[in-house]
């Protein structure tokens, strides 16, 4: 047989090849906060764990090593942010408060109230306004009315980032003459992975989650055959599930084969992408990228005009924007190597190999 045409038998044979597992998770048997669970997570592995889907699922149960563990934490959780998107980093809520029964958030004698987001009240946008950055509008406004109104008139709903911020709006309150509660741009979202992926996957319990008591905001998991979710108050102290994200973003710029050398010496390879659910992982890791796109281990062989992995993979699986991978490349130019766009739809893309990207590595 030709070689050339058995290398190329060889190579699609390869596109059988099973998916790695790209995520380990770690059972921690210490009784902790959700917040406490959190930071160990971060400061040990990468982060609390996130669960993509039901083999997710299976391989975190099968960490869990001790049977007499009821309940156990996971990385999801429901909490308060700004309508600008910028997270709540500073809290000035009122004794008792949040009640957890609402999901937006008013002003009241410099304090914070939860508030049903379906009340009319005036609001106080930001704005460019160079003497206070502040406009209060004197409209009765349901909580996403009025922050459609600040965005076309104004800037956003009011963000409260300190302390200073805080007096300077009471303040602003008091000089306007209003006693009453007003809306700030305050409001709880939905639920939320702690590492901030955008895995849609969820896996609760019959019923669930159903905020009993108007405060569960974070979610364990029943360490019984099922597994499966319950929202439950984040301040009760259980055991929890770390995971150790297995590709890294390195936020320096380098050249393909600098990126190579050095997730080759750091970690074991440059990524390869073999399936739409390792594309999805990718996108979450590149989305925090800091230059137009990222190498991937993607690189043409150009003497029989085909892209492989680094591991002599045939692409099977592909992603390629419009105009890229699909048709044979200039061999008498520079070496082409493949990347992944970081914004946009986050497709894959052939550039010369001595563009300068950063880069995602992979632990075996």
């Not at 995520?23 to 609390?48: G, M, P, S, V």
Request: hydrophobic content about 35%; some cysteine.
């Amino acid at each position: 047989m030709d070689q050339t045409l058995y290398l190329i038998l060889l190579l699609i044979a390869l596109c059988s090849v099973s998916e790695c597992v790209q995520r380990q998770y770690h059972f921690i048997n210490e009784r902790k906060t959700w917040t406490e669970a959190q930071r160990f997570c971060r400061e040990n592995y990468t982060d609390l764990a996130t669960v993509d889907n039901m083999n997710d699922m299976n391989e975190l149960k099968k960490s869990v090593n001790d049977g007499g563990v009821q309940y156990i934490w996971i990385g999801l959780q429901r909490k308060w942010q700004w309508s600008s998107g910028e997270p709540a980093l500073y809290l000035n809520w009122a004794d008792g408060q949040p009640e957890g029964r609402d999901y937006c958030a008013v002003m009241r004698n410099g304090e914070w109230h939860d508030e049903s987001c379906s009340d009319s009240l005036t609001f106080i946008c930001s704005s460019s306004n160079m003497n206070t950055g502040l406009v209060f509008v004197n409209q009765m406004k349901n909580w996403r009315d009025a922050q459609s109104y600040c965005r076309q008139n104004h800037i956003d709903l009011v963000s409260v980032r300190n302390q200073n911020e805080s007096q300077q709006i009471q303040k602003f309150i008091n000089d306007s003459h209003r006693s009453d509660d007003v809306w700030i741009g305050l409001f709880r979202d939905s639920w939320q992975w702690s590492d901030q992926s955008d895995s849609s996957f969820r896996y609760w319990a019959s019923g669930e989650p159903n905020n009993r008591g108007g405060n569960e905001d974070c979610t364990m998991i029943y360490s019984n055959a099922l597994g499966q979710w319950n929202d439950i108050s984040c301040n009760i102290q259980i055991p929890f599930v770390c995971h150790e994200d297995k590709l890294i973003l390195i936020k320096e710029n380098l050249t393909w084969p600098e990126a190579l050398r050095h997730c080759r010496q750091n970690y074991t390879d440059l990524v390869s992408v073999h399936s739409e659910e390792m594309q999805r992982r990718v996108m979450n890791v590149v989305k925090r990228a800091s230059t137009e796109a990222v190498w991937l281990g993607l690189h043409n062989y150009c003497q029989m005009n085909m892209w492989l992995w680094l591991s002599g993979e045939i692409v099977c699986y592909q992603n390629w924007a419009p105009g890229n991978g699909t048709t044979p490349e200039n061999c008498s130019l520079t070496k082409r190597k493949g990347a992944v766009q970081s914004g946009g739809d986050q497709r894959w893309i052939s550039l010369p190999e001595t563009h300068k990207l950063n880069f995602i590595c992979s632990r075996s």
